[in-house]
Nanobody, 121 residues
Framework: QVQLVESGGGLVQSGGSLRLSCSVSGGGVVTNALGWYWHRQAPGKERELVAGITSSRRISYADSVRGRFTISRDTTKSATYLQMNNLKPEDTAVYYC?????????????WGQGTQVQVSS
């Protein structure tokens, strides 16, 4: 079973940058990924989709992060990254990555455990 591991979170001042990474635990490789996604959940709020990149490299962003965040993927390492620039206090949240896997008949989403991002004003 695929397990994802996120890293790169931390405390940063407003205007700063962080780069989040997400990869398959143990250096595993995923060959049936339909898309990689980053989500976040702030205290007291629902989880929201932040960015996504499909197997055909179609990229999408939430309006709140477009122009500041950049999602990328490394297919050789089965990893995805989220470069976050010009961070704002409202970006404070736990960030989760997920991968949508082609299951043949349908699909299956696998999630990481999350990494905390805190932006101070």
């Amino acid at each position: 079973q695929v397990q994802l591991v996120e890293s790169g979170g931390g405390l940063v001042q407003s205007g700063g940058s962080l780069r989040l990474s997400c990869s398959v635990s143990g250096g595993g490789v995923v060959t049936n990924a339909l898309g990689w996604y980053w989500h976040r959940q702030a205290p007291g709020k629902e989880r929201e989709l932040v960015a996504g990149i499909t197997s055909s490299r179609r990229i999408s962003y939430a309006d709140s992060v477009r122009g500041r965040f950049t999602i990328s993927r490394d297919t050789t390492k089965s990893a995805t990254y989220l470069q976050m620039n010009n961070l704002k206090p409202e970006d404070t949240a736990v960030y989760y990555c997920s991968v949508r896997l082609d299951g043949g008949v349908g699909y299956h989403d696998t999630w990481g455990q999350g990494t905390q991002v805190q932006v101070s004003s």
